[in-house]
């Protein structure tokens, strides 16, 4: 479990990037801290591993002080993927997946096996062990970035904005992998983004922040959509420009699903064809014909 207990952050000259900030985070549960620039989410995720400490308040894991724990064998324990994935770019990709292992002591030998084994779980062709960062594409950067994060095997991971530098279909691939990789690991992740649709989409529970790190809404998805708390919150999730109210039209003998504006957002399948096009992929075909947490997910929605 990861807590923050009223946590302020103040950087000299009076900046206030976090004023009084307060959350529980499950073990095994995906959160997603999502708002403009300036909303200190970056800053409260940083927190965590102590690449930032608090001006007051604490952060804890597992009901421990992180301010007391040594700053090099924490951010070793936590995995951690940024954007454009930081990799090094004089170090192979297998060398690079290897790096916290082998900081921590486990053998070169060893360190390289589990190295092996992520490129697999997170999609890479093994024949790209060797090659350096540069030359990759953006795509396999950012899953050389997420297999390094778990290379230590951490109960924790930590994503800030790791998709944001890649275009958009390798971004879709990406969020899908990190799906199937959460199922089967059962990590406690902490994912910044600005992209709220990327927030509903990876996070159990949206943590929705206005400027200061104040609390806008916490919920699931289903939750936000349905009750957003103020104004800022419906004009963050766009309930107030009618692109989360959605209906069904029928086009050519096929229920379409169109927003506000009349634009297509998916096809309503039944039940049974929705579980037919999703075998395989761990999903189970059932979702809601009305509000949908993303928009280009709609396919395979059951008709009601």
């Known amino acids: 479990m990861i807590g923050f207990e009223n946590v302020r952050k103040e950087y000299p000259g009076g900046t206030l990037a976090v004023e009084d900030f307060t959350l529980e985070i499950a073990s095994h549960e995906a959160v997603a801290l999502v708002g403009t620039s300036g909303s200190g989410k970056t800053t409260l995720m940083r927190m965590i591993n102590r690449m930032v400490d608090p001006t007051s308040g604490r952060v804890t894991i597992d ?81 050389v970035g997420v297999a390094r994060g778990l290379a230590a095997d951490p109960n924790i991971l930590l994503m800030d904005e790791p998709f944001g530098a890649v275009d958009p279909i390798v971004r879709r691939e990406l969020q899908q992998e990190l799906m199937h990789l959460q199922r089967d690991l059962k990590k406690t992740i902490v994912f910044v983004t600005h992209d709220i649709d990327e927030a509903f989409l990876i996070g159990d529970r949206v943590v929705l922040l206005k400027p200061g790190g104040v609390i806008a809404q916490i919920g699931t998805p289903q939750e936000i959509l349905a009750e957003p708390a103020d ?26 699903v169109v927003d506000a504006d009349g634009r297509a957002a998916g096809v309503l399948e039944t039940r049974a064809a929705a579980g037919r096009g999703s075998a395989g992929d761990g999903s189970t075909g059932e979702s809601s014909s009305g509000d949908l947490p993303s928009g280009d997910q709609p396919t395979g929605a059951t008709s009601p």
């Open 63 to 143: 009901g421990e002080d992180v301010a007391a724990m040594d700053p090099v064998r924490l951010r070793r324990s936590v995995g951690y993927v940024m954007q454009a994935s930081g990799l090094l770019p004089h170090r192979t990709v297998l060398d690079n997946i290897t790096t916290v292992p082998v900081l921590r002591g486990t053998a070169k030998g060893a360190a390289r096996e589990r190295a092996r084994e992520l490129m697999d779980t997170v999609g890479l062709d093994p024949a790209l062990a060797t090659r350096y960062p540069g030359q990759l594409s953006g795509g396999q950067q950012q899953r």
């Open 231 to 256: 104004d800022f919150v419906a004009s963050f999730v766009g309930a107030d420009r009618g692109v989360r109210t959605l209906h069904v039209e029928r086009v050519d003998g096929r229920d379409v």
